[in-house]
RNA sequence: GUCCCUGUAGUUCAGUGGAUAGAACGUCGGCUUGCGGAGCCGAAGGCCAGAGGUUCGAAUCCUCUCAGGGACGCCA
């Protein structure tokens, strides 16, 4: 539908171009949903663009523009566009019949839990890489921000098209794990205290648990720090997530790609490429040649990797040897400085424009109006756990889940958790559970067949309205993914929306009356709302959507 | 010093270069005797941090200034 549309004003624009004999290159034709439903319900500015381009009055020419397109119009689109007009400034507005969107009702229904499936991602094969927490410690509220994200992010991607895999990278093997020895030895008296780097309970309870290992071992805190971080992982992280509703396809073990002696290969690679040199007895990658300010170090001068020596085996693993077209990172703002190297180093290796790396800011726990610290180091650390027994509602997960993603990842963020808990009944998340239990009352009470409805009785403003609302998913879905930035919050305020135009449709008008025919049409209205509440709810954000509260 | 992010209602935040800048919470005032009253409607509240610029048109793009948050390594 607006593909023709947008065929049809164009070749208005051409045959216009002809009329007057102008010379222009003729601007790509953009359609855009007018905020105020009083100008329609597609409207486009190419008028006010050409008129820049001649220096014309744009509106005269969208006047002439709409003469061009009547005819054509009437015909292609089979009627559904029931009023063209210029307006204004010069844009051009056009009004569909209500027939257009009541047909509407009938494929949401029939598409069922595909509606918002696309094929325009063509099965692209693409990872998400996010929370990837260090298993030094349980996760904290950044961790639990980039894993929401991550997780919606990759169910965009799906109902896009890409053929999608989350990852979690598990740092089980660099320095992270020493630093985690030490201060579990330190902990355990056997190094001077001042060597420890972690601290809090967990470690206290693990020191507690495993006196005889670590003496043992103590000589050896690759092996320690190992062993630390995957019983962190299993016995804080791994729970976290599960709590989170999050389902990784694959821990990727830093230790284990370490093992596989993959570092060596990918500078033997890059040395290949004549993009290496020594200087000072270090080994030098040319990330300047792709943009980066300076170059960087793979091998330190005392013959160690480089912390960023095993991460570019990492992205080479990705690209060369698992063949991902498509990989975005989601990292904390802490690894900003990082982001740079990575994507110069990617197009070091030959991929580049493959890898997105989306930074989340800063989340703050405002309490009583003041602020939590979190800070792993400092033992005041705010885990995602206890951020849900802060909220304490049986549906925390899910409104933490909310908070979290109504938020452009680039706002530093403030999670007040007094709203948060004290304010549940108005949080958006009831609002919207609220508006499914509604929606499930009245369907589960219906006692007549609505499979055959005469949807040319839905045409009430709140109706179409709402139908408006609810076809819009797919184009979001679209938005969403398409969008470098990867704008997830959009489905937050989306489902928000649904919600609210459904309430009001249910405030100003009866779903079940005395008339059969009107019944089974709003029955089939219901049952749509429904269809595209769960797709956004359960299969995009990730909440629960309830039948009953 | 360099780099990243942010600055929009009392507060927390939306806002694809377009038409009267929106929502939630908070405040104030109404409606709804109900197919689920966890709903609906209205009011008050804005020099979109500031100054220049680009444009027919800027909260949006560019430059500078100010303010806040974060980060800089042959640490990981």
Same mark, same amino acid.
């Given at each position: 539908m607006h593909e023709e549309l947008k065929k049809a004003i164009y070749e208005a624009v051409k045959a216009q171009q002809k009329d007057c004999g102008c010379d222009f290159s003729i601007p790509g034709v953009e359609l855009e949903h007018p905020k105020d439903m009083r100008y329609g319900d597609i409207s486009t500015n190419v008028a006010m663009k050409i008129g820049k381009l001649q220096r014309k009055d744009p509106m005269a020419i969208a006047e002439n523009l709409v003469k061009q397109l009547d005819p054509g119009l009437v015909r292609m689109t089979q009627r559904r566009i029931e009023k063209v007009e210029a307006v204004k400034p010069g844009f051009i507005n056009f009004y569909f019949s209500s027939d257009y969107y009541?047909?509407?009702?009938? =494929?949401?229904?029939?598409?069922?839990?595909?509606?918002?499936?696309?094929?325009?991602?063509?099965?692209?094969k693409t990872q998400v890489e996010?929370?990837?927490?260090?298993? %030094?410690?349980?996760?904290?509220?950044?961790?639990?921000?980039?894993?929401?994200?991550? +997780?919606?992010?990759?169910? %965009?991607?799906?109902?896009?098209?890409?053929?999608? =895999?989350?990852?979690?990278?598990?740092?089980d093997g660099g320095g992270q794990v020493i630093k985690l020895a030490k201060s579990i030895l330190a902990e355990a008296e056997i190094i001077p205290g001042d060597e420890r780097v972690y601290s809090g309970v967990y470690i206290k309870k693990w020191v507690d648990e495993n006196r005889a290992f670590i003496e043992e071992n103590k000589d050896d805190q690759q092996k320690i720090g190992y062993k630390a971080a995957w019983d962190v992982m299993n016995d804080y992280i791994k729970p976290s997530i599960e709590k989170m509703h999050i389902k990784f396809d694959e821990f990727f073990s830093e230790k284990t790609l370490l093992e596989s002696g993959a570092v060596e290969k990918t500078i033997d690679e890059l040395k290949k490429k004549k993009l290496t040199y020594k200087k000072d007895q270090a080994l030098w990658l040319k990330t300047t040649e792709f943009g980066d300010d300076q170059d960087r170090v793979l091998v330190k001068s005392d013959g160690m990797y480089a912390y960023i020596a095993p991460d570019i085996a990492y992205h080479y693993n990705k690209f060369g040897e698992r063949k991902f077209d498509h990989v975005v990172d989601v990292f904390g703002t802490d690894h900003h400085g990082y982001v740079k190297r990575l994507l110069t180093a990617t197009a070091a290796l030959g991929y580049p424009g493959q890898l997105d790396i989306r930074l989340l800011q800063l989340v703050r726990l405002i309490q009583k109006g003041k602020e939590l610290r979190m800070s792993k180091r400092a033992g005041t650390a705010v885990t995602f756990d206890e951020l849900l027994d802060l909220i304490g509602t049986k549906d925390a997960s899910d409104v933490a889940r909310f908070f979290f993603l109504s938020r452009d990842l680039d706002t530093h963020m403030d999670f007040d958790l007094d709203l948060a808990k004290d304010t549940s009944e108005k949080n958006p998340v009831y609002y919207v559970k609220y508006a499914s239990a509604r929606i499930n009352g009245i369907l589960r009470n219906a006692t007549i067949d609505y499979s055959k409805p005469n949807l040319g009785l839905i045409k009430k403003p709140a109706e179409i309205d709402l139908i408006k609302k609810l076809i819009e998913l797919p184009e979001i879905v679209e938005q969403v993914a398409s969008d470098k930035k990867y704008p997830v919050h959009?489905?937050?305020?989306?489902? %928000?929306?649904?919600?609210?135009?459904?309430?009001?449709?249910?405030? +100003?008008?009866?779903?079940?009356? +005395? +008339?059969? =025919?009107l019944t089974k049409a709003r029955l089939a209205l219901v049952a749509a709302t429904k269809n595209v509440l769960e797709i956004t709810g359960e299969d995009i954000l990730g909440i629960n959507i309830p039948e009953r509260m």
């Amino acid at each position: 539908m607006h593909e023709e549309l947008k065929k049809a004003i164009y070749e208005a624009v051409k045959a216009q171009q002809k009329d007057c004999g102008c010379d222009f290159s003729i601007p790509g034709v953009e359609l855009e949903h007018p905020k105020d439903m009083r100008y329609g319900d597609i409207s486009t500015n190419v008028a006010m663009k050409i008129g820049k381009l001649q220096r014309k009055d744009p509106m005269a020419i969208a006047e002439n523009l709409v003469k061009q397109l009547d005819p054509g119009l009437v015909r292609m689109t089979q009627r559904r566009i029931e009023k063209v007009e210029a307006v204004k400034p010069g844009f051009i507005n056009f009004y569909f019949s209500s027939d257009y969107y009541q047909k509407k009702v009938q =494929e949401i229904i029939s598409a069922g839990k595909k509606f918002a499936d696309s094929n325009i991602g063509e099965g692209k094969k693409t990872q998400v890489e996010f929370l990837s927490a260090n298993p %030094t410690g349980p996760a904290h509220l950044g961790n639990a921000r980039g894993g929401f994200y991550g +997780d919606v992010l990759a169910n %965009t991607f799906q109902k896009f098209g890409f053929k999608v =895999e989350r990852e979690y990278y598990v740092n089980d093997g660099g320095g992270q794990v020493i630093k985690l020895a030490k201060s579990i030895l330190a902990e355990a008296e056997i190094i001077p205290g001042d060597e420890r780097v972690y601290s809090g309970v967990y470690i206290k309870k693990w020191v507690d648990e495993n006196r005889a290992f670590i003496e043992e071992n103590k000589d050896d805190q690759q092996k320690i720090g190992y062993k630390a971080a995957w019983d962190v992982m299993n016995d804080y992280i791994k729970p976290s997530i599960e709590k989170m509703h999050i389902k990784f396809d694959e821990f990727f073990s830093e230790k284990t790609l370490l093992e596989s002696g993959a570092v060596e290969k990918t500078i033997d690679e890059l040395k290949k490429k004549k993009l290496t040199y020594k200087k000072d007895q270090a080994l030098w990658l040319k990330t300047t040649e792709f943009g980066d300010d300076q170059d960087r170090v793979l091998v330190k001068s005392d013959g160690m990797y480089a912390y960023i020596a095993p991460d570019i085996a990492y992205h080479y693993n990705k690209f060369g040897e698992r063949k991902f077209d498509h990989v975005v990172d989601v990292f904390g703002t802490d690894h900003h400085g990082y982001v740079k190297r990575l994507l110069t180093a990617t197009a070091a290796l030959g991929y580049p424009g493959q890898l997105d790396i989306r930074l989340l800011q800063l989340v703050r726990l405002i309490q009583k109006g003041k602020e939590l610290r979190m800070s792993k180091r400092a033992g005041t650390a705010v885990t995602f756990d206890e951020l849900l027994d802060l909220i304490g509602t049986k549906d925390a997960s899910d409104v933490a889940r909310f908070f979290f993603l109504s938020r452009d990842l680039d706002t530093h963020m403030d999670f007040d958790l007094d709203l948060a808990k004290d304010t549940s009944e108005k949080n958006p998340v009831y609002y919207v559970k609220y508006a499914s239990a509604r929606i499930n009352g009245i369907l589960r009470n219906a006692t007549i067949d609505y499979s055959k409805p005469n949807l040319g009785l839905i045409k009430k403003p709140a109706e179409i309205d709402l139908i408006k609302k609810l076809i819009e998913l797919p184009e979001i879905v679209e938005q969403v993914a398409s969008d470098k930035k990867y704008p997830v919050h959009k489905f937050a305020y989306y489902i %928000t929306e649904v919600a609210e135009k459904f309430h009001k449709f249910y405030h +100003d008008y009866r779903v079940v009356s +005395d +008339d059969a =025919e009107l019944t089974k049409a709003r029955l089939a209205l219901v049952a749509a709302t429904k269809n595209v509440l769960e797709i956004t709810g359960e299969d995009i954000l990730g909440i629960n959507i309830p039948e009953r509260m």
